[in-house]
């Protein structure tokens, strides 16, 4: 059984920053590309950020570029660090993921990811 869980999502003010960690279990997720998307009020869902198998390559939403970041450890966790908050990022994060190869030009497709986390919510306030 695959599983995906974030958690540190929260209520937080403009410009604060929060770190958000997905704990991912039932299988060895190092080769994987793991990701994060968003989804905020009346909004499609929005890819923010990958990390390639290993951590050898990370890739970024327009909307959050230079002030996101996305880490992996040796094990089966990734994590999304936000920095300077806006209320436009207040939204559902999801995590997820996907096996085979490292096809970059899908990054951005939530389609291509089967793996994917309950979401948690993160508030900004002005």
């Known amino acids: 059984q695959v599983q995906l869980v974030e958690s540190g999502g929260g209520l937080v003010q403009a410009g604060d920053s929060l770190t958000l960690s997905c704990a991912a279990s039932?299988?060895?997720?190092?080769?994987?590309?793991m990701g994060w998307f968003r989804q905020g009020p009346g909004r499609e869902r929005e890819f923010v950020a990958a990390?390639?198998?290993?951590?050898?390559?990370t890739y970024f939403g327009d909307s959050v570029k230079g002030r996101f970041g996305i880490s992996r450890d040796y094990g089966n966790s990734v994590y999304l660090e936000m920095h300077a908050l806006r209320p436009e990022d207040t939204a559902v994060y999801y995590c997820?993921?996907?096996?085979?190869?490292?096809?970059?030009?899908?990054?951005?497709?939530?389609?291509?990811?089967?793996?994917w986390g309950q979401g948690t919510q993160v508030s900004v306030s002005s």
């Open positions: 039932g299988h060895t997720f190092s080769s994987y590309t």
């Open positions: 997820t993921a996907r096996g085979g190869p490292d096809n970059y030009d899908t990054y951005t497709t939530a389609g291509e990811y089967p793996y």
């Open positions: 990390i390639s198998p290993y951590g050898r390559n």
